[in-house]
Nanobody, 121 residues
Framework: QVQLVESGGGLVQPGESLTLSCTAS????????MGWYRQVSGGQRELVAI???????KYADSVKGRFTISRDVARDTVYLQMNSLEPGDTALYYC???????????????WGQGTQVTVSS
């Protein structure tokens, strides 16, 4: 089992910045990728950004140029630097991990509990 704990959410005004962080712990074997998804009330969970081993990253079109994902592999931590925040970025942000189970077992998705980001004047 892998646990993901997020931090860094909050209330900010439009145009401001916020950084989310998420650290994985537990029985970690290989974290193939880590990233962030978000969900508004009543909506579907959508990809924000993801970083996978080997240098692959992907961003939602709506956040390109404003958000930056980074990973500290040694600390099993992923960050999301969010700049120029807009009211449309308001959502519950979930940390995600693509994990290879011990001893080269199957890949399994893990999710954090979510951290709220609210952008409002």
């Amino acid at each position: 089992q892998v646990q993901l704990v997020e931090s860094g959410g909050g209330l900010v005004q439009p145009g401001e910045s916020l950084t989310l962080s998420c650290t994985a712990s537990g029985n970690i074997f290989i974290l193939y990728g880590m990233g962030w998804y978000r969900q508004v009330s009543g909506g579907q969970r959508e990809l924000v950004a993801i970083d996978k081993n080997g240098g692959y990253t992907k961003y939602a079109d709506s956040v390109k140029g404003r958000f930056t994902i980074s990973r500290d592999v040694a600390r099993d931590t992923v960050y999301l630097q969010m700049n120029s925040l807009e009211p449309g970025d308001t959502a519950l942000y979930y940390c995600y991990a693509d994990h290879v189970e011990p001893d080269y077992g199957p890949r399994r998705d893990y999710w954090g509990q979510g951290t709220q980001v609210t952008v409002s004047s």
